[in-house]
């Protein structure tokens, strides 16, 4: 939930950042907001293959949300000029991507028992729903309540904190299982 949380919070929000904030046409700023959603599938694949690799789940999980943690505090600092936004947005989305390849993994590998997969993964996905859900109406009014961009940078790195210090459970988790 708090990747989906953080996700949707900058994609969602690119655009109108990227017109607000920095006076890009409403074409660009979709062109660029594709962007950087498609760049999350590359991190996808990075992450599905960083795995076969043996990085650990609970590395990847803490690298992605800290990196897209403090990306966001450079996406929605004010006076930040478009290229480096553009760039933190790119960062966030791209390494942020490894996320969802190891948190599906770890529900597959993680499940009780095998016939548990499909719920655990489904389960998994609810929780990123709800992330999505309840992302923009809290940054919003977050945003709206203090009147500038800035904030919406700390609702997405208290988010990414959150997952790191839960990656630090899903890694003791597994280490007792003996499942790393």
């Not at 990075?46 to 789940?57: C, F, P």
């Not at 590395?59 to 450079?74: F, I, K, R, T, Y």
């Not at 809290?138 to 997405?156: E, K, M, N, P, R």
Request: hydrophobic share 55%.
């Amino acid at each position: 939930a708090a990747y989906g949380f953080q996700f949707v919070v900058v994609a969602g929000f690119l655009p109108t950042l990227l017109f607000e904030e920095h006076g890009v046409t409403q074409v660009r700023a979709a062109v660029l907001s594709a962007i950087v959603v498609a760049v999350n599938a590359l991190g996808n694949l990075l992450g599905g293959w960083l795995l076969q690799r043996g990085v650990k789940r609970w590395h990847l999980v803490a690298v992605a949300n800290l990196v897209s943690g403090l990306c966001c505090l450079g996406i929605y600092k004010a006076g930040m000029p478009l290229s480096s936004t553009f760039l933190l947005c790119l960062i966030f989305s791209g390494v942020g991507g490894m996320f969802p390849a190891a948190a599906l993994h770890g529900a597959a590998v993680n499940a009780p028992t095998p016939e548990l997969v499909a719920t655990s993964q489904g389960l998994l996905l609810q929780g990123a729903q709800l992330g999505l859900l309840t992302g923009p109406p809290i940054a919003a009014t977050v945003v709206s309540h203090t009147g500038h961009w800035q904030s919406a940078s700390w609702v997405c790195m208290a988010a990414a904190l959150l997952v790191v210090a839960l990656s630090f459970v899903l890694g003791a988790v597994e280490r007792r299982k003996g499942i790393e």
